[in-house]
């Protein structure tokens, strides 16, 4: 992955990490892109009885998973515009997100975010499959520190910085979120939807026949 797509993939975590640090705090400890520690939440609060706990972290999962298979359907339509195609629909869901908790934040503005941070996740796919995960760090951590022990052996001496970037992202991504979120409550949403429409744009622009032709 070149610098620009680098940068482009690290402002997408940025964006997702600030959701979640919202998130996270005016939900009380669920996460909307974290779906680990969702499941791992939900398994501690069914052994504990907290039945209505558990299902606002499965439900939470669920609307994740949503999300990817229909940033994904979006994806499949021939296009040159998958990444815009993909960023559409986690924008549309954003949106949503952000117009329901104008009025009393409920379990429906979670669920919301959640399918938002879902779709993101297709955002970046090799023949079918995830290639990065802009969410989901222990991943991106693993690969780091292969690489790093690559590295160490002879191998390449840089591979492992994209992953370790992508965790820098998300979590400045997460305080900021969490900053602006103490001063402004889930209005804070809004800057996160204002950047995800421009990032989008700007993958409608990367992907335009025009580029691919000029770069071929």
């Known amino acids: 992955m070149g610098r620009k797509a680098m940068a482009y993939a690290g402002g997408l975590t940025a964006i997702a990490g600030f959701i979640d640090g919202v998130a996270f705090i005016h939900f009380g400890g669920y996460f909307v892109s974290f779906m680990s520690g969702n499941s791992t939440r939900s398994s501690a609060e069914l052994a504990r009885g907290n039945f209505s706990a558990w ?27 998958r990444r815009g195609a993909v960023l559409s629909v986690s924008s549309f869901f954003l949106l949503a ?27 970046y796919t090799r023949r079918g499959e995830v290639s990065v995960g802009l969410t989901y760090m222990t991943g991106a951590l693993v690969k780091m520190g292969q690489h790093l022990a690559a590295a160490l052996v002879g191998g390449p001496k840089w ?3 994209p992953y ?17 979120y103490l ?4 209005l804070g949403l809004w800057i996160a939807v204002a950047a995800l429409l ?11 026949p025009e580029r691919i032709f000029r770069a071929s």
Do not use: Y
């Open 55 to 81: 299902a606002m972290a499965i439900a939470l999962v669920i609307c994740f998973v949503f999300g990817v298979a229909a940033a994904t359907l979006a994806s499949n339509v021939p296009s040159v515009h």
């Open 97 to 123: 997100a952000a117009l329901t908790a104008l009025g009393p934040a409920s379990f429906f503005t979670a669920l919301l975010l959640s399918t938002s941070m879902g779709a993101i996740n297709a955002t």
């Open 159 to 161: 591979a492992w910085l």
């Open 164 to 180: 370790g970037a992508l965790w820098i992202m998300i979590t400045i991504g997460s305080f900021v979120g969490a900053l602006v």
């Open 183 to 186: 001063r402004l409550g889930l």
């Open 198 to 208: 421009v990032w989008t744009v700007v993958a409608f622009v990367r992907d335009s």
